[in-house]
Every structure is written in C-alpha cells, then in structure tokens.
C-alpha cells in the first residue's frame, strides 16, 4: 500500500493552461504539504493543512490554490501555468510528537510547462 | 544568510570510508532536525532525526547535534556505492521542515 500517493507523475502542457495535481495518504496523518523542487533540487515549501485547515501558506503566486477536501488529501490547482512553474512537485504528510515531525513524501509531480 | 546551508559536493569518497555531512542552520527556535536522502529522481526518505545535543547512531549513521553552535552532521561508515544520492538537513522551526539544498554524495567502488 503506497502511504502518500500523487497523481499523475507527470504533466505536460502548455503555457495558459490550467492543472490540478492530486494527493492522498493513507497513513493515518493530520498534516499535509506541498512543497516545489526546482531545477537545483532545492526543495521549498508551499502550503500545509492540518485536518482541513491551512496553517502555512508560503510566499506563493495566488495562480497556486491548495484544497483539503479532507484530512486525507490535499490537491494543488495551479491557473494560468507559465515556463517557471515547471518543477517537482512533492506532497507530504506528518503525524503528532517529535519522531511524527518527520514528512513522508509522495513519489512527486513531474511538471514540464512548454 | 540562507535558513540552511548544507556543502552542495559532489563530495566523493571511496567504498568503506566514512562520509561526513555537514549543515549549519540560522533558527535558534529549530528543535528538531532531520536528515534525508534523495535518489536521482525519486522523492526524499527520511534517515534519522535528532532533537537532542550529542550524537545519535543507528546503524552505519551517526547524527550529531550542536545547538549551540547551530551544527548539525551526518556520518555514514563504511560507505557503499548504494548510499551514493543526494542527502539534505532540515530543521524544524515552528512545525515545518526546511530543506537545505544538499550535499550529493559518491561513493566509489
């Protein structure tokens, strides 16, 4: 059983469009993320929820919208993509208590925008 | 000054040495710490954490905490040419990780 999983794996499109990147754990987790890695494998945070709710929004285009249907997952809509949008996409979860503040990650969302 | 800096490498050693990392971190709030490791293409997997000063083993690794000196490390013994990927520090200000932009390791057989 895959414990964070995201879809699709990749994403070609073009300039304009408009794309949604889906996400779901299973492991029971309260807290969900976002996080981009650019071109340098820098990875950076975006968004987190906890049970719904955001708690982090980092200093993102408002193009990046997340939603948290429910505690389990949590989707990036991403309006008018542009060439810099163009990165790895990796989703998150974590637990409660010191050895649950470790992320597990999903496998991530290779975005190509041409 | 970045939040985290972490040596970007290639950091190179030979087959059975010890490989150290190193990562040093502006936010005296950090708790705890965090040391993943990132294969060419796949998602981050977590390795060990520490939140106390000192060290911590498990098995070939050994984290090292130094809040003080706003040090944290990552030794790995007897390296084999499977632990060669790219390894990243996070400290944990305020509930959320930081990733530095890490060290690639090799290592060569």
Same mark, same amino acid.
């Given at each position: 059983d895959t414990a964070v999983s995201q879809t699709p794996k990749y994403l @070609?499109?073009?300039?304009?469009?408009? &794309? *949604?990147i889906k996400c779901e754990q299973n492991l029971g987790h309260d807290t969900m993320y976002w996080y981009k890695q650019d071109s340098k494998k820098f990875l950076k945070i975006m968004f987190s929820y906890n049970?719904?709710?955001?708690?982090?929004?980092?200093? @993102?285009?408002?193009?990046?919208?997340? &939603? *948290?249907?429910?505690?389990?997952?949590l989707n990036l809509h991403i309006n008018s993509l542009e060439l810099g949008d163009s990165a790895v996409y990796f989703?998150?979860?974590?637990?409660?208590g010191p050895a649950n503040?470790?992320?597990t990650f999903g496998s991530g969302t290779r975005l190509t925008v041409v | 000054q970045k939040e985290v800096e972490q040596n970007s490498g290639?950091?190179?050693?030979?087959?059975?040495?010890?490989?150290?990392?190193?990562?040093?971190y502006s936010d005296r709030g950090s708790q705890s710490f965090f040391w993943y490791r990132q294969y060419s293409g796949k998602s981050p997997e977590l390795i060990m954490?520490?939140?106390?000063?000192?060290?911590?083993?498990?098995?070939?690794f050994t984290a090292q905490l130094n809040k003080a000196s706003?040090?944290?490390?990552?030794?790995?013994?007897?390296?084999?040419?499977?632990?060669?990927?790219?390894?990243?520090?996070?400290?944990?200000?305020?509930?959320?990780?930081?990733?530095g932009q890490g060290t690639e390791l090799?290592?060569?057989?």
């Open positions: @070609v499109t073009q300039m304009g469009n408009d &794309k *949604s049970n719904k709710e955001l708690i982090i929004n980092e200093t @993102v285009p408002n193009r990046f919208s997340p &939603k *948290s249907p429910d505690k389990a997952h989703c998150a979860s974590s637990g409660q503040y470790g992320y | 290639p950091l190179s050693v030979p087959e059975g040495a010890i490989a150290s990392l190193n990562c040093t954490f520490i939140y106390s000063n000192g060290d911590k083993e498990d098995g070939r706003q040090y944290v490390s990552l030794l790995i013994r007897d390296s084999q040419p499977s632990d060669s990927a790219t390894y990243l520090c996070a400290p944990n200000p305020g509930g959320k990780l930081i990733f090799s290592v060569k057989p």
